[in-house]
T-cell receptor
Framework: DARVTQTPRHKVTEMGQEVTMRCQPI?????VFWYRQTMMQGLELLAY????????DSGMPKDRFSAEMPDATLATLKIQPSEPRDSAVYFC?????????????FGQGTRLTVV | AQSVTQPDIHITVSEGASLELRCNYS??????LFWYVQSPGQGLQLLLK??????LVQGIKGFEAEFKRSQSSFNLRKPSVHWSDAAEYFC??????????FGSGTRLSIRP
């Protein structure tokens, strides 16, 4: 059963610390999304990649957030330094884009708490 | 700018009753539309999608949605809800280059 895998599922960290969230997309998918979900803002698209290249990261605070795909099986989202307002659930999703928008398959999310 | 609006924040229906969740989109071209469901503590699961063709699309768990271009709507329906349908429901639009943006969600509660 193919699925998107995110680690860790939960993370509690102190303000100022670096946080790294990892995502393994579904094998064969060429598009990877990072979303942030909060009660106030709902689901926000932070960044997404096609064939490992960033297509749009305009939703991401550039001064502290970075997203990369070191290889086709791993996507990372880093926050440095973390702040309490970064507390949220971060979702990774992947899809197969073939000439038209793809549906996104979501992971279980990483619940981040910054204290 | 492209956007998705779900006007109902929270809806409560009785078990066995019919359901309709509203979704309106703002997009200049032919949209690609999705409905997702999220159970507490879980990720989002695709219920159904519309890319082209028949404007009434069937999905999983007995859900269906109808695309109405004239109303810029893609409402989700189910003829008879079950207690297990209680969840958060998200409408989304797929844009060029595969960008997907979501509405704010509608929380569905089921009255026994």
């Amino acid at each position: 059963d193919a699925r998107v895998t995110q680690t860790p599922r939960h993370k509690v960290t102190e303000m100022g610390q670096e946080v790294t969230m990892r995502c393994q997309p579904i094998l064969g998918h060429n598009t990877v999304f990072w979303y942030r979900q909060t009660m106030m803002q709902g689901l926000e698209l932070l960044a997404y990649f096609r064939n490992r290249a960033p297509l749009d990261d305009s939703g991401m605070p550039k001064d502290r957030f970075s997203a990369e795909m070191p290889d086709a099986t791993l996507a990372t989202l880093k926050i440095q330094p973390s702040e309490p307002r970064d507390s949220a659930v971060y979702f990774c999703a992947s899809g197969l884009t073939q000439g038209r928008p793809t549906e996104a398959f979501f992971g279980q999310g990483t619940r981040l708490t910054v204290v | 700018a492209q956007s998705v609006t779900q006007p109902d924040i929270h809806i409560t229906v009785s078990e066995g009753a019919s359901l309709e969740l509203r979704c309106n989109y703002s997009y200049g071209a032919t949209p690609y539309l999705f409905w997702y469901v999220q159970s507490p503590g879980q990720g989002l699961q695709l219920l159904l999608k519309y890319f082209s063709g028949d404007t009434l699309v069937q999905g999983i768990k007995g859900f269906e949605a109808e695309f109405k271009r004239s109303q810029s709507s893609f409402n989700l329906r189910k003829p008879s809800v079950h207690w297990s349908d209680a969840a958060e429901y998200f409408c989304a639009v797929g844009l060029p280059a595969s960008k997907i943006i979501f509405g704010s969600g509608t929380r569905l509660s089921i009255r026994p």
